[in-house]
């Protein structure tokens, strides 16, 4: 496990993944996407034990992009591998949170659309920085971010390669929760308890469901829900036992 590029650290069913090259600002190279892919194949196994999984960056960015630097030695193909760890990122079973504080460019927003939801704090700045370099998105930019925001937003954003910050970023729908300099840590902490909170079998079968059916018409994706009933969560019956003696 390549730690120095991607730290993992659990808590109580939270699992809190790192990017650990703040000297570049956690720029995604080869050995930090060797290093999300051993971790990511370890949680996809690891439903009953972890409930969450947040995702953020070491030092002053969550992160640049891609590595630069690589790109001159790269063949001019599409990097599969490095797109189908994002992919795996976002077919994880449990919730995944995107924690963004300062820049989140390019491939750095790739790999925060991959996760169910971005916070962020008011330093945060996005950007998709393709065009300036004169590459081409593989990681899931031009199919991920308009159906977030909408395609108009996107193409602003793709066509351009202008800053939105934080504030505009919430406005548009890109960001989910937004907080103010040193509240940061406490808003993650509380909304990743509220995930935790809820079934972990329920959230899992919801986020696969809703993957399985994106796209569909909603006679299909209704009739999809109900042929793929999964059941109730194997705790469902405390639960309500629970509730009920709150009750009297």
């Given at each position: 496990m390549k730690a120095q590029t991607v730290s993992r650290q659990d808590a109580d069913g939270l699992c809190t993944l790192t990017l650990n090259r703040p000297g570049k600002l956690n720029a995604l190279g080869s050995d930090v996407f060797d290093a999300l892919n051993e971790h990511i194949a370890a949680l996809e196994s690891a439903e009953h034990t972890i409930g969450c999984v947040v995702l953020r960056g070491a030092g002053r960015a969550f992160c640049a992009g891609a590595d630069l630097g690589e790109l001159g030695e790269a063949a001019d193909?599409?990097?599969?591998?490095?797109?189908?760890?994002?992919?795996?990122?976002?077919?994880?079973?449990?919730?995944?949170?995107?924690?963004?504080?300062?820049?989140?460019?390019?491939?750095?927003?790739?790999?925060?659309?991959?996760?169910?939801?971005?916070?962020?704090?008011?330093?945060?700045?996005?950007?998709?920085?393709?065009?300036?370099?004169?590459?081409?998105?593989?990681?899931?930019?031009?199919?991920?971010?308009?159906?977030?925001?909408?395609?108009?937003?996107?193409?602003?954003?793709?066509?351009?390669?202008?800053?939105?910050?934080?504030?505009?970023?919430?406005d548009m729908g890109l960001v989910d929760l937004l907080v103010q300099r040193g509240e940061f840590d406490a808003m993650l902490k509380n909304f990743t308890a509220e995930l935790l909170a809820n079934s972990w079998f329920t959230n899992a079968v919801t986020k696969r469901r809703m993957l399985d059916t994106e796209g569909l018409p909603l006679e299909r994706a209704l009739a999809r829900e109900r042929e793929h009933y999964a059941g109730r969560a194997p705790d469902y019956r405390d639960r309500i036992a629970s509730f009920r003696r709150t009750r009297t």
């Open positions: 193909s599409p990097p599969t591998h490095k797109a189908l760890v994002i992919d795996r990122l976002a077919g994880l079973p449990m919730p995944v949170v995107a924690a963004v504080h300062g820049i989140c460019f390019t491939g750095g927003l790739e790999l925060a659309l991959a996760c169910d939801f971005i916070v962020a704090d008011v330093t945060a700045r996005f950007a998709d920085t393709h065009g300036k370099w004169g590459l081409v998105s593989t990681w899931g930019m031009s199919q991920r971010l308009p159906r977030r925001v909408g395609v108009s937003a996107a193409k602003r954003m793709m066509l351009t390669g202008s800053e939105v910050s934080a504030a505009d970023a919430k």
